[in-house]
């Protein structure tokens, strides 16, 4: 692949590389082809080997016959350093060796977590590094100028201008959060938005109810599991892939995975997982679909319930549920809320913690927005409140809409270049160390540098809070602190078929300035359910129109007999302006 380079002469046929394919990952990429001295490892029908965890085979090969070709042949071992950090790409935060030449990152490898991902590592993990050389990177700030667009200026006179934009908001500051600071970055943000500014909202990419820590567990317990229940419209192997490999683990251990969704083993109406939660939780005149999975978690031990998909009540649902199999079924039960984005929880507990508001009804009119990363663009509310804000100010390591919508842009770094801590889906906080250093300050001292000018002392080098080796803390030893949710109503039925978008893993401003991730990106294309498809005579691999509210565009068709009927998923970035429900036509 574009990642990976075969030498057949190395190769020794350990099988090592196949059995991971075959037996871990199980996406049956790898065999090998002929008999006896013709023997050969090559990939199924002689296609690229493109998934989600390939890389992880450059470990495995014990004579290295499979090399990176990011890095192969570009450094001596005694001219590298290794650098002990975490993964910040993803919720789930793996632990990964950095190793840097000359003060770049050579390459990104894996370091072993028994409890978060044994070792495993997903490709964008590993070889998402390089944007941090990205040609377009921002690296100096930049400041609005009548009629000329934007001047790169020193960062005290950004500071400066950030200050007096945001001195002269009054009070009405909204901080949008990619949740991909560091919790050290995110308080820094919170207190001068509250302590500096007059009182602060934040827009949180994810804030999960603090309730969910009565049922927090190791990723690692999954494999134990007797029952897995995943709930939700998004693929676990897009929101957070390593949690995919503990699922598989824990079914060739003999556990029941039942997923409810739209294209789960039991198949569910988009936006359902909530009203599932309620119908298992009542267990009477259940629906057919769900009698034996209800039956199944009634009759087990241990139960592990992973819910992936988006909750406005930040996962009261999958927890009422949760206590519920406790309190009456005397289960060892463990929660796994996936977050959108890496270090969500870290993030809205910091926020929490400074007393901030979360932003529910805004104004009209905002004195000033601050958006603290490139990731933060994604919320389509962003856009939206920058248009409406008299004064934006932007963190980003690239430019994009938000920066073409801001005052002052101020260059911000990557993960492999701060110190701080992450916390992870499970509720770990981690040490993340710095591999590099950035060109120029990081955002903790630019943020320090902000406060003192409005009267807010920040430490631009707090130590993290972290361990170096995290342990995650006990279960609090509470009863579930809510009554029970309220299930929502069921969407309005309307003419045409029912969109699901999701965000994919291969995504995003780093993924997108990599050139040997491109192939791992999401095809243009929608899926369709087979009677869907046949009712408009579609076939698989035709290029058909996918329409709604004077939006179209052209992408091809793949038919999936597990999707269910009236719904149709695209990746997000193919979704953009399409409105909730679609029509299809050849």
Known sequence: SPTIALDRERCILCYRCTRFSENVAEDGQLVAVNRGAQSLIATFEDEPYRAHFSGNVLELCPVGALTSTTYRFRARPWEIQNVPTVCGLCPVGCNVWATTREGKVARVLSRNHPEVHEGWLCDKGRFAHDHLRARDRIRAPLLRVRRRGFDEVSHERALDEAARGLREAGGSVVVAFSGAETVEQATA????????????????????????????????????????????DDPVEERAPIVD??????????????????????????????????????????????????????????????????????????????????????????????????????????????????????????????????????????????????????????????????????????????????????????????????????????????????????????????????????????????????????????PGLELVRYRPLFGGPAVERIPQLQFQRPPAEIELAHEDAVTRGIANGETVVVASNGTSRELRARISRRLRAGVVRMAEEHARGLEQHVQVTK
């Open 189 to 232: 943000l919170a207190r001068i938005a509250t302590e500096g500014s007059g009182g602060g909202t934040a827009l949180l990419p994810d804030d999960w109810d603090p309730g969910l820590q009565a049922f927090q567990a190791p990723l690692s317990t999954i494999r134990d599991a007797e029952v897995c229940l995943v709930l939700g």
């Open 245 to 494: 490999l503990w699922l598989r683990a824990a079914r060739r251990n003999g556990a029941e995975v039942i997923t409810v969704g739209p294209s789960g083993s039991v198949q569910a109406a988009p936006v359902s997982a909530a009203q599932t939660c309620a119908t298992l939780r009542a267990g009477k005149n259940l629906p057919r679909e769900l009698r034996e999975p209800s039956r199944a978690l009634r009759r087990a031990e241990r139960i592990a319930l992973v819910w992936s998909e988006d909750d406005p009540t930040g996962g009261r649902h999958v927890g009422a549920l949760a206590n519920d199999l406790r309190r009456r079924a005397k289960a060892d039960v463990a929660v796994y809320a996936l977050p959108r984005t890496p270090n969500g929880r870290g993030v809205a507990a910091a926020w929490h913690a400074a007393g901030g508001d979360v932003a529910g009804e805004l104004p009209e009119e905002i004195g000033a927005l601050v958006v603290a990363g490139d990731e933060a663009a994604y919320d389509p509310r962003v856009l939206e409140l920058a248009g409406r804000a008299r004064f934006v100010l932007t963190f980003a390591m690239f430019q994009s809409d938000i920066t073409g919508w801001s005052h002052v842009v101020l260059p911000a770094t990557s993960y492999l270049e701060r110190e701080g801590t992450f916390v992870n889906l499970e509720g770990r906080a981690q040490r993340l160390r710095r591999a590099v250093a950035p060109a120029g300050p990081d955002e903790l001292e630019l943020l320090a540098g902000l406060g003192e000018r409005l009267g807010v002392q920040l430490d631009a080098w707090a130590s993290p809070s972290a361990d170096e080796r995290a342990t995650l803390a006990p279960p609090e030893e509470l009863a579930w602190p809510h009554p029970d949710p309220e299930p929502p109503t069921a969407r309005a039925a309307a």
